[in-house]
């Protein structure tokens, strides 16, 4: 049997997406209470929310909204993490448990030389598309190259 590389690929990039969940999921919360929501962003979500991103970017005149357009249209899938602000829980705990999460998603896929990069522009969009029902998102948008897409981000621009 042989296995292409682009369907090892693929697949690997969808077991690692999983595990990243798996990761926020699992990671520490203050007080313990578990407001952290995850999703998954692949195929036409994906697609969407990039083509919103890039709107949104020219619309606003912002070149680097533009150019995480173009890497999350590039990327193999999308993780979306976010967090839900609950009634008598401080919001900067909630952000805390955020930034904890996605530490822990971040480092799955570096520990499995999958390249990633945090992008707040990738959850201020999520947020309003409803890709995810958090009340403050981050994305992780996820890419296996031969060379990082997320590393010479000044020539990555999108036009």
């Known amino acids: 049997m042989t296995i292409k590389s682009e369907d090892a690929e693929r697949d690997a990039a969808l077991e690692v997406a999983k595990l990243m969940l798996v990761a926020a999921r699992t990671a520490p919360k203050a007080r313990g209470r578990d407001t952290v929501v995850t999703a998954i962003l692949g195929g036409e979500d994906k697609n969407r929310l990039a083509d919103e991103m890039e709107r ?3 619309e606003k005149n912002l070149p680097q909204r533009i150019r995480d357009a173009g890497n999350v249209r590039n990327s193999e899938l999308v993780i979306s993490v ?3 602000y609950e009634e008598g829980s401080p919001k900067e705990l909630k952000l805390v448990d955020l930034g ?3 530490g822990s998603a ?3 896929a570096g520990d499995l030389n999958v390249d990633n990069r945090i992008m707040r522009s990738i959850g201020e969009i999520a947020e309003k598309m409803k890709l995810l029902q958090a009340d ?3 994305g992780i948008p996820i890419s296996i190259r031969g060379k990082s897409i997320f590393f010479d981000r000044s ?3 999108a036009t």
């Open 136 to 138: 403050y998102a981050v």
């Open 100 to 102: 904890i999460a996605l």
């Open 56 to 58: 949104a970017g020219k």
């Open 106 to 108: 971040a480092k799955v």
């Open 82 to 84: 976010g967090v839900r």
């Open 155 to 157: 020539s990555a621009v």
